[in-house]
């Protein structure tokens, strides 16, 4: 419980760090964008309306950029006679220009006393220096218009969503615009974001000659009491010369269902005006709310895993990552709060893959411990086997249908008290390494060496269909190869050694038998006993290999026997069958 504690923690700090890089940034920003795609579209703001200057409105006037500023005039007096609440031109006028038209524009302003004209911040980059400069309107305009900035804050990404941050004494556009309309000053909470509450082309949009004159073009009272916003909407600019396109990328982006991706400049005040008059902006969780989230979602995604199991883990990580993402939602839309999204499953999935990766080398290690301990008794097929399941290798056993043999060299016993020690040591090596082979082979499992003697078996740890044959077939080969063995045994003046062999074939119980630092896997019942009295039940028939009724019965169609009757070996009340083994049956033509 602690460790996970302790992974967890660790994994919330570094997500948490992640998402300040600016990778982990720009994640997150893509997180505040997605968090639009669901929540669809709200109706429009009601207070607001936008006169655009428009492709249609060129065609209508015939008046080539920039138009007279007495016709900007005559559209202040239009508006301001429909009832307009505020005007807002999202039009820099810097620029002195025919003293007539200026006259015109600034007597219709301070005549309307309700407008707010646009200021900008104008930036210019070298390799030395960087310099801002505030572009405002002519001061015989600002003399009877409120002003604000109209410069917005584009992201690396270059969308919208943050309000510029202004210094001491200077004021929003967006801001001017609403604290007309409320006859208030209006307060901009710190952290906010823009709330884009539906997609681009949303706001209702009339042409800029239509608004010129309302009552032949729009209906009754259209711009009673509204904000209007005065700006341009053209694809093209309309001076060549100039880049003034005034379009954006917002969150609504990603909405494919969205007619316009981009939104024109004047909407994109609107939407600012319209979260300032209604208080809508979204406020971004600080820098403590944003630590508490990430290590507690590393805590729970931690624990999430105090029993490793690969697919139950991915499908729980996945249910609490949707949850989560559920809840960052909810906040969302119901509270205007923006939590970290994107980069908090992070929170989730590193303890995933932590654990996953401490599994897997826990798996391989006793991958690697199984492989040096079974691998000189286990054959290569049987060990892999193994190998794909480490955790059945354990204390304990169980119930299984094996078939066990049981090898002696006959006559050892003396032979050891004649020859020197490492002389006997060399015939074993060489005649234990040469039976070893041909068990490992056959698909056999070593169970132990006893002196001379050599005890394998068949059907553990792996079923064996086929365990009596093979085992079988493991015995006739050990005499085979035997007879090579003692012409080597002959040249390099070692004795000749011969070999019993007993085979029995019955339920065993197969598993690792020892303590828990040190076991053996064996298989243990009367089925073992059985197998090593036919061994030493040679020596009464002169055989060399015994197999028992049981095992003739599982490879009777493919082996040829000598029936030597029943026998009672020691240790067993009841009769036992047993047969000399001569060879294995030729498969038919």
């Known amino acids: 419980m602690l460790q996970h504690g302790g992974v967890g923690l660790l994994c919330g700090a570094v997500v948490l760090l992640f998402s300040l890089t600016p990778i982990g940034t720009l994640l997150e920003l893509k997180g505040y964008d997605l968090l639009h795609v669901p929540r669809g579209s709200a109706p429009p703001p009601k207070e607001i309306v936008l006169v655009a200057i428009d492709e249609p409105s060129f065609a209508e006037l ?17 508006l301001n006679s429909s009832g307009a609440s505020v005007i807002g031109f999202d039009i820099l006028f810097s620029e002195p220009s025919r003293e007539e038209e200026d006259a015109a524009f600034a007597d219709a302003l301070k005549k309307a006393g309700n407008v707010v004209l646009a200021s900008d911040i104008s930036a210019s980059d070298n390799s ?3 310099q801002e400069m505030l572009v405002e309107p002519l001061n015989e305009f600002s003399r009877h218009a409120r002003t604000g900035l109209v410069t917005v804050p584009i992201d690396k990404d270059y ?5 510029l941050t202004v210094r001491p004494g200077e004021h929003l556009f967006s801001e001017q615009i609403a604290s007309l309309y409320l006859k208030r000053t209006v307060a901009i909470p710190e952290r906010a974001y823009i709330s884009y509450v539906s ?3 949303s706001v209702p949009t009339v042409s800029y000659y239509q608004a010129l004159d309302p009552a032949a073009f729009l209906p009754p009272g259209f711009f009673n009491g509204k904000i209007v916003i005065v700006g341009r909407a053209t694809t093209a600019s309309p001076e060549p010369q100039k880049n003034l396109v005034d379009y954006f990328a917002t969150p609504f982006l990603f909405l494919s269902s969205a007619k316009n991706r981009l939104m024109s400049g004047m909407e994109l005040h609107a939407v600012i005006t319209d979260n300032m008059v209604n208080s809508q902006f979204v406020a971004a ?3 403590i709310w944003k630590s508490l989230i990430f290590v507690f ?7 999430l895993h105090l029993r490793w199991r690969p697919i139950a883990g991915a499908f729980t990580t996945g249910v609490f990552g949707s949850l989560y993402l559920a809840a960052a939602y909810a906040a969302f839309v119901y509270y205007r709060l923006w939590v970290p999204t994107l980069t908090v499953l992070f929170s989730f999935l590193l303890p995933y893959g932590i654990f996953g990766v401490v599994a897997y080398v826990q798996s391989e290690q006793k991958k690697r411990e199984i492989r040096k301990a079974f691998s000189h008794y286990l054959s290569p097929a049987v060990l892999e086997s193994v190998l794909s399941d480490p955790d059945s290798i354990k204390l304990g056993g169980k119930k299984v249908l094996a078939t066990v043999l049981f090898t002696d060299i006959a006559g050892f016993t003396a032979m050891s008290e004649q020859l020197q020690p490492e002389v006997i040591s060399n015939l074993l090596n060489i005649y234990m390494s040469a039976m070893t082979s041909i068990i490992l082979r056959n698909k056999g499992t070593i169970d132990k060496f006893i002196g001379d003697a050599i005890m394998a078996f068949w059907g553990a740890p792996l079923p064996d269909a086929g365990q009596a044959l093979n085992a079988c077939r493991t ?8 007879t090579t063995l003692r012409k080597e045994f002959r040249e ?6 011969s070999v019993r062999i007993g085979i029995n074939t019955g339920p065993v119980i197969a598993g690792n038998m020892g303590s828990a630092d040190l076991f053996d896997y064996t298989v243990l019942g009367d089925t073992v006993n059985l197998a090593s009295r036919l061994e030493n039940a040679n020596k009464q028939f002169g055989t060399g290999i015994l197999i028992s009724g049981y095992t003739y019965r599982e490879a009777a169609d493919k082996v040829t026997v000598r029936p030597l009757g029943n026998i009672i070996v020691k240790g067993k009340a009841e009769q036992i069958a047993v047969y000399e083994l001569l060879s294995l049956m030729s498969p038919p033509p």
């Open 492 to 497: 390099k003046g070692l004795p000749e050694i």
């Open 62 to 78: 015939q008046k080539q950029w920039p138009w007279p500023r007495s016709l900007h005039a005559e559209l202040i007096d239009a």
């Open 297 to 303: 979602c590393g805590i729970v995604g931690s624990f």
């Open 159 to 163: 969308v919208l969503r943050r309000l």
């Open 475 to 482: 015995a006739l080969e050990m005499q085979e190869r035997l």
């Open 199 to 201: 997609p681009p082309g």
């Open 128 to 130: 030395r220096y960087q």
């Open 285 to 287: 969780a600080n820098l």
